[in-house]
């Protein structure tokens, strides 16, 4: 947990030094399977990423559901995230008497507030979420939430 206590620690990613990920082309020329190796490293490199990101993006929302869930209950939270200066001149901006949409708020502003593909992301987010946000699921049980539904994309879908 952090100093605070709100969230697990994140674990970043450990990145191969250059030497490491590309052999020098004597080794690939001159040692027989050197180039297959290789590559074996480079498919288990790109898979682990993979795998990685993925779970570094479900913990990252779940921070924002965590952010949302405190909002929805503290109405002097909410009140000033409703008053942010991001809000001026948005049409559907926060309502103080919606604590319950805090969530579809909250995921707008981390998406992009400002961009038609920001709000889309936002939305398709929001309805993978829905579930787990009217349950009021624990938002550390989120990323574990997600990928019992098979990601993002199938709980959007669901």
């Known amino acids: 947990m952090s100093a605070k206590g709100n969230s697990p620690e994140r674990k970043l990613p450990v990145a191969l030094e250059s030497k490491d990920r590309c052999p020098p082309i004597e080794d ?91 709000r889309q992301k936002a939305s398709k987010l929001k309805f993978a979420l829905l579930d787990a946000w009217e349950a009021e699921i624990p938002h550390s049980e989120i990323p574990d939430w997600l990928k019992q539904r098979g990601g993002i994309e199938k709980a959007y879908r669901a």
């Open 28 to 118: 690939l020329l001159n040692n027989q399977g050197a180039i297959n190796g290789a590559l074996d490293t480079l498919s288990n490199s790109l898979a682990t990423l993979a795998t990685q990101y993925r779970q570094h993006y479900r913990e990252y929302l779940a921070d924002g559901y965590y952010l949302a869930s405190v909002m929805r209950k503290d109405p002097d939270t909410w009140s000033d995230f409703c008053h942010r200066l991001d809000w001026n001149d948005v049409a559907d901006r926060p309502k103080i008497n919606e604590p319950e949409r805090a969530l579809e708020y909250v995921l707008r502003i981390v998406c992009g507030l400002g961009s038609r593909t920001g």
